[in-house]
C-alpha cells in the first residue's frame, strides 16, 4: 500500500500526523507529506485507511501502484 | 437587510427556523440539532433577519464550500453577533487607519497568508508537545482544589482554568494574571455578544493589557511569542503596534473558550453517558479517536463571512453585505457524510469533521486544542475513579459564536 498527500490540497490541519504520525510528518506550517516515499509498513494499513478517512481536505489517497 | 433590523424581535420565539432561526435561542443554544435536521430537509440554507440578519447552511458540502470561497466571502468581520453600530463605525475607521483588526483571521488573501505564516509555528506538534508538562501540571493542580470535596463544576473548576493559563504561557503573560484576562475573554466573547458597552470596555482593557507588553517587551525581549512577533517581518516591515495587539488579542479569545469549550463539553458528555465513561477507563487507546469525535459531535465553534460580490448557493441568493455563518457544528451532524450522525461513536474510522474549519482559514491552533483536550482528559481519567453529573438543572450552556457548557456540576470519586 501506497499513500501520498497533494499538497495542493494540504491545509495543514495535521489530523492524519495526530491519528498516524509513523506514517506523515509536518513541517512548522502544518503541511503534511507521507513518510518512507508513501510506502505503508505492513501491519500499519489500517492506520493509513484512518488518516484517508479523516483528512477534512480530502488531501490523502491511496497511489496507484507503479 | 439593513442594520436597523438588528434589534427588535430579539427573544421573541421562533415560529419558522428556516426564514427567522435565531442562534441566541435558549433551546437552541442547549440543543441545535433539531433544528438543523429539520433545515436539511426542508431549507438547507435558512435565513433570518435576527442579529443583523444572516444564512446559515446546513449541509457539509455547503458549508465546506462556502468556506474555501474566500474572498468572495469575506473573513473582515468574522463575528457571528454585529458590534453595535457605534462600534462598527470605530471599526472601520481604525482598519482603514490600521489594517486588518485581529490578522489572520479578519484578513482576505493576499493579505492573509503571511500572517497565518507568522503564527503557525507557534502551533506545529514539536511546538505545542512542548507545552505538554505545563498542562498536566495545571491539571493536576486543578484536581487537588477539590478532589477532596467530592464535587466540583467541570466547566468552571477544570475546563475553563486551563486554556487562559496556557495561552497566557505561550504569549507571555504573567500567569498570576489568568483569573483577570479570563474574566475579559469571557466579557468580550459572552456578555459582549449582546452587551456592545460590556464588548468595548473589556476590548480597551485587552489591547490596553496588550499595549504595556509591547512596551517592556520593546524593552527587554524575552523568548515569548510577543516577543518573536515583535522581532517579525511581513513584506520587509516590522508589524505595528495595532497589529501586534491584533494578533496577541487574537490568540488570547481563540485559544481560550473554544478549547475550554470542548473540555467541557466533553466532560459534560463521559458525565451522563455512562456506557461511554466506562469503554474510556478500560479502553484509553480510545483516545486520539474519541477526541476527534468529541470534536465533532460537540463543535463549539461558528464564524461569519461577509459577502463581497453576488454568489448563489441553492436557492440562496447572497448579495453584497450578506453575512454567512459557517456552521461547522451542523456540517458536522450531516447524515450523507457521516453514519449515525447524532450518536458519540469513540473509536469513529470515517471522521472528516470540520470543527477546527477548512480552507485558508483552518483554525492555527487545532493541534494546541487537541493537546489541551488530550491531556486534560487523560488527567482527569487519571484522578477520578469515578463521576456523575448532580443536579442537572443548574448546567447552563452558552452559544452564539462558541457553544460550550458553563456550568457542569459534577460528583467525583477520587482515584
Known amino acids: 500500500m501506497r499513500i501520498c498527500v497533494d499538497p495542493e490540497k494540504c491545509e495543514g490541519h495535521n489530523r492524519c500526523f495526530s491519528l498516524a504520525p509513523e506514517l506523515f510528518e509536518v513541517d512548522e506550517l502544518g503541511l503534511s507529506r507521507a513518510l518512507n516515499g508513501g510506502v505503508v509498513p505492513a501491519g500499519l494499513e489500517a492506520k493509513a485507511d484512518l488518516a484517508i478517512a479523516n483528512c477534512p481536505e480530502f488531501a490523502i489517497s491511496i497511489a496507484d501502484e507503479d | ?415
Request: glycine share 6%; net charge negative.
Open chain 2, 1 to 415: 437587510m439593513s442594520e436597523s433590523d438588528i434589534q427588535p424581535r430579539e427573544g421573541c420565539p421562533v415560529h419558522d427556523w428556516a426564514t427567522d432561526y435565531d442562534v441566541m435561542d435558549p433551546g437552541y443554544i442547549v440543543d441545535p440539532a433539531p433544528v438543523w435536521r429539520e433545515l436539511r430537509d426542508r431549507c438547507p440554507i435558512a435565513h433570518t433577519t435576527r442579529w443583523g440578519g444572516s444564512w446559515l447552511p446546513t449541509k457539509y458540502d455547503d458549508v465546506r464550500e462556502m468556506a474555501r470561497a474566500a474572498p468572495t466571502l469575506s473573513n473582515r468581520a468574522p463575528g457571528v453577533i454585529p458590534p453595535a453600530p457605534e462600534m462598527r463605525e470605530m471599526l472601520i475607521a481604525e482598519v482603514k487607519e490600521f489594517g486588518s483588526e485581529l490578522p489572520p483571521i479578519s484578513s482576505d488573501p493576499p493579505e492573509h497568508k503571511p500572517y497565518k505564516q507568522l503564527i503557525l509555528p507557534l502551533f506545529s506538534p514539536a511546538a505545542v508537545e512542548s507545552y505538554r508538562p505545563f498542562t498536566e501540571k495545571l491539571a493536576h493542580e486543578m484536581i487537588d482544589r477539590f478532589i477532596e470535596t467530592g464535587r466540583a463544576d467541570a466547566a468552571v473548576d477544570y475546563a475553563q482554568q486551563i486554556p487562559p493559563r496556557v495561552i497566557a504561557h505561550i504569549i507571555g503573560i504573567d500567569g498570576r494574571r489568568a483569573d483577570e484576562f479570563t474574566e475579559w475573554v469571557r466579557g468580550i466573547l459572552e456578555l459582549g455578544q449582546t452587551d456592545p458597552e460590556a464588548r468595548l470596555k473589556y476590548r480597551r482593557l485587552i489591547r490596553g493589557f496588550f499595549q504595556e507588553m509591547i512596551d517592556e517587551r520593546r524593552r527587554a525581549p524575552r523568548d515569548d511569542a510577543i516577543s518573536k512577533l515583535l522581532a517579525a517581518e511581513v513584506d520587509g516591515e516590522p508589524l505595528s503596534d495595532y497589529t501586534v495587539i491584533g494578533v496577541c488579542f487574537l490568540l488570547l479569545v481563540a485559544g481560550i473558550d473554544t478549547t475550554w469549550s470542548s473540555i467541557g463539553s466533553a466532560l459534560w458528555h463521559f458525565a451522563t453517558h455512562a456506557e461511554d465513561r466506562r469503554r474510556m477507563y478500560a479502553e484509553p487507546e480510545l483516545f486520539p479517536t474519541a477526541i476527534e469525535e468529541l470534536l465533532r459531535f460537540y463543535s463549539p465553534v461558528v464564524m461569519a463571512r461577509r459577502v463581497l460580490d453576488p454568489i448563489d448557493f441553492g436557492d440562496a441568493h447572497m448579495v453584497p453585505g450578506d453575512k454567512v455563518l459557517m456552521n461547522f457544528p451542523a456540517a458536522n451532524r450531516d447524515p450523507d457524510v457521516f453514519d449515525r450522525p447524532d450518536e458519540v461513536v469513540l473509536d469513529r474510522a470515517r471522521n472528516r469533521h470540520v470543527a477546527f474549519g477548512v480552507g485558508i482559514h483552518r483554525c492555527a491552533g487545532s493541534n494546541l486544542a487537541r493537546m489541551e483536550m488530550d491531556a486534560t482528559l487523560r488527567v482527569w481519567f487519571e484522578r477520578i475513579a469515578d463521576f456523575e453529573l448532580i443536579e442537572p438543572e443548574r448546567v447552563r450552556w452558552t452559544g452564539g459564536q462558541v457553544r460550550g457548557p458553563r456550568i457542569v456540576p459534577m460528583r467525583v470519586v477520587a482515584a
